[in-house]
């Protein structure tokens, strides 16, 4: 039987402090802080492949690396039901969470997609998807160091023949 007068109000009663308190000092302070981590990162990936990209094991390290940050994925998985002391638990997360954002944000982007599939078969398909991000990020980073150093043929710097 519905009411026919009055208003039907909800009244939360919170503990005095309780609630989430936006100050947009801390907010500005946050984005300025990521976004200088994600440069800082950005500046790392590039200086590893810029140095490594003519060593003779780097074809290697296009695949390894994708492995390894899938591995890391994975492991970051397993830290969230692990059962470590909170600070480590966290201190872990939030590294292996900001050296795999690249691959985070396109899985979690696409997982929301993908929600009809079972949980397995999520999981497999963000890994493929997080092992596609880094390999395009690694070719990426390749072809942008090549960009930089084009081959030159040395023509008539060389002795007289």
């Known amino acids: 039987m519905a009411q026919e007068t009055g208003a039907v109000g909800w009244d939360v009663m919170m503990p005095e402090g309780a609630g989430l308190h936006l100050d947009w000092s801390i907010l500005l302070a ?6 200088i981590l994600c440069y800082v990162l950005w500046r790392l990936v590039w200086w590893f492949a810029g140095k490594n990209t003519d060593a003779v094991g780097w074809r290697a390290k296009r695949y390894w690396w994708p492995t390894a940050m899938v591995a890391c994925g994975w492991l970051l998985v397993g830290l969230d039901r692990a059962e470590l002391p909170e600070a480590v ?3 872990l997360m939030a590294t292996l969470t900001i050296l795999n954002l690249p691959a985070l944000f396109v899985a979690a982007f696409l997982a929301q997609y993908l929600r009809w599939l079972p949980g397995w078969m ?4 963000a890994s493929a998807i997080g092992w596609l991000v880094w390999h395009a990020i690694v070719r990426f980073l390749e072809w942008r160091i ?3 150093h084009p ?3 040395h023509l ?4 007289a023949g």
């Open 156 to 159: 008539g710097s060389g002795p």
């Open 146 to 148: 090549r960009e930089r």
């Open 151 to 153: 081959l030159s043929l």
């Open 122 to 125: 999520l999981a497999v398909v």
């Open 30 to 35: 946050t984005l300025v802080g990521f976004g």
């Open 89 to 91: 638990r966290d201190s």
